[in-house]
């Protein structure tokens, strides 16, 4: 088995499917392999300490898609492939849905989140929950990313106590890039996805808001949440990407896509950087260490090489609104959730939330609940006048003032950034992001390419970032000891 698990370390799903196909494999053994690897440096080893929650019922579900596949065939490419979800989406099983609290650590969801759905008809296992930066990260203001009260501090595997595991879906991140499962689903609100994919090395979507259902995700924004995957290749990015896609009456914001994709494989194109025009805001990369610098510098060069007409600097704002938004909207968002869990959870709103953190502070509040009280504040109602000014102002600084209006103004393809640098203003406007590997410093820290776009352009973004992964190969898995 340990043989195994170092052949399979980097594995990809067409791989795998290959594997299984041939009866070279099974999903069960797959299966076993991801647990093995958990059990060796989850808890121990290095401690990383990514996933939260195995999922009990996880061999049975590969052993049953095992035998589907030979009765019927593979439903498709997830066939028999283990999943993780970051623990603020919904699964109706003998799995808890907790965002890391602990006020939440008894609670089973009832009903699958609409992507769970998707995910478990596609065939996927989902073998167990990842740790998360607690309430995705809107609790507090100095909490560490990767920490939550119910789970602990997630490690990064490039470097355990070093390196910034990133946040909030710190887990997932740091899960697939430990090898902990062959991808997982993240959540964002502001850079959630983006930070932890690219501090470990992965490639993350953060899809335009509406193309993923939000039904039966722990909210923070309504106006900004999105869920979407991590990987660690872009193959894999698209794949797990187009079984997500789907209208659901439940959630207004998916009637807004023009057209669903249910297949983003073919815009894995190795010329997708040819002809294309892509800007750079030198306004957002600056702060950044000098090493870190020249990783960009270097990729930029690539991408020319590679086809692209690099627009170089182009004008972006980066005085965007204060978050009163995201305060607002989490009260109203929250308690909408809360308010339909079963009577014997010992909270139902955010102000039962404080109440329970205060009683049990000695667990809860090793980093205090700033953020929770500030947001109890507002009335969840959502009709303040400094709510509904700053949402507008949002969408005209993000959208006709910032992205919208750059793209137009250079008629670009795409605009690049480093990490999760341009993940505020992509955020506020809806807008999609795919991060890539780039490199790393001397010390071996992770960097990321990052290319946005406009609303429901992620097949364009999935082939930029397909051309540039394919021409450079940056990714090298962590050595865990």
């Known amino acids: 088995m340990t043989?195994?698990?170092?052949?399979?370390?980097?594995a990809t799903i067409d791989d795998i499917q290959k594997n299984m196909e041939s009866g070279e494999l099974t999903s069960k053994e797959l299966t076993m392999l991801y647990l093995q690897q958990i059990a060796s440096y989850n808890h121990q080893g290095p401690k990383i300490n990514a996933v939260l929650e195995v999922n009990p019922d996880a061999l049975h579900i590969a052993e049953a898609l095992d035998i589907e596949r030979n009765q019927k065939g593979a439903r498709g490419p997830l066939h028999g492939i283990p999943i993780l979800l970051k623990d603020n989406i919904d699964t109706a099983d003998k799995t808890h849905t907790t965002a890391g609290s602990i006020a939440l650590k008894d609670h089973y969801a009832e009903e699958?989140?609409?992507?769970?759905?998707?995910?478990?008809?596609?065939?996927?296992?989902?073998?167990?929950?990842?740790?998360?930066?607690?309430?995705?990260?809107?609790?507090?203001?100095?909490?560490?990313?990767?920490?939550?009260?119910?789970?602990?501090?997630?490690?990064?595997?490039?470097?355990?106590?070093?390196?910034?595991?990133g946040g909030s879906s710190s887990g997932p991140g740091a899960a697939i890039a430990a090898n902990f499962a062959l991808g997982a689903i993240g959540t964002e609100t502001s850079g959630s996805i983006l930070s932890p994919a690219s501090s470990n090395s992965l490639v993350g979507i953060k899809p335009t808001v509406g193309l993923l259902s939000r039904t039966g995700i722990i909210p923070i924004a309504n106006s900004q949440d999105t869920a979407g995957p991590m990987t660690r290749t872009v193959t894999d990015a698209a794949i797990l990407l187009g079984a997500l896609t789907g209208q659901d009456a439940q959630d207004p914001a998916t009637a807004m896509n023009p057209e669903i994709i249910t297949d983003y494989t073919p815009y894995l194109n190795e010329n997708g950087l040819q002809h294309t025009r892509l800007g750079v805001s030198r306004d957002y990369l600056k702060g950044l260490p000098e090493e870190e610098l020249d990783i960009v510098n270097k990729a930029l060069l690539d991408m020319a090489k590679l086809g692209a007409t690099i627009i170089d600097p182009i004008e972006l704002p980066t005085k965007l609104p204060n978050p009163t938004v995201l305060f607002h909207e989490f009260k109203s968002g929250l308690n909408a959730y809360l308010s339909k869990l079963p009577t014997k959870s010992p909270v139902h709103s955010l102000l039962d939330v404080i109440n329970y953190n205060q009683v049990h502070a000695k667990d809860a509040l090793k980093y205090g609940q700033e953020v929770l009280l500030d947001s109890e504040k507002k009335s969840g109602t959502l009709t303040e006048a400094e709510y509904i000014?700053?949402?507008?102002?949002?969408?005209?600084?993000?959208?006709?003032?910032?992205i919208d209006l750059a793209v137009k103004q250079h008629s670009l393809d795409a605009l690049v950034f480093v990490n999760n640098y341009g993940a505020g203003i992509a955020a506020k406007a809806g807008y999609p992001s795919i991060t890539v590997p780039a490199g790393y410093t001397s010390e071996g820290k992770p960097v990321g390419i990052t290319f946005t776009g406009t609303q429901f352009t992620e097949a364009k973004l999935i082939e930029l970032a397909f051309a540039y992964e394919q021409a450079t190969e940056h990714r090298r898995a962590p050595k865990l000891t």
């Open 3 to 10: 043989t195994k698990i170092i052949e399979l370390a980097e």
């Open 112 to 165: 699958d989140a609409f992507i769970t759905k998707k995910l478990r008809e596609a065939g996927a296992v989902i073998l167990g929950k990842a740790n998360l930066t607690e309430w995705a990260n809107f609790m507090t203001v100095d909490m560490p990313n990767g920490y939550s009260s119910h789970g602990g501090q997630v490690l990064n595997p490039y470097g355990p106590g070093k390196f910034d595991v």
């Open 389 to 402: 000014t700053d949402r507008l102002e949002d969408i005209r600084t993000s959208q006709d003032e910032g």
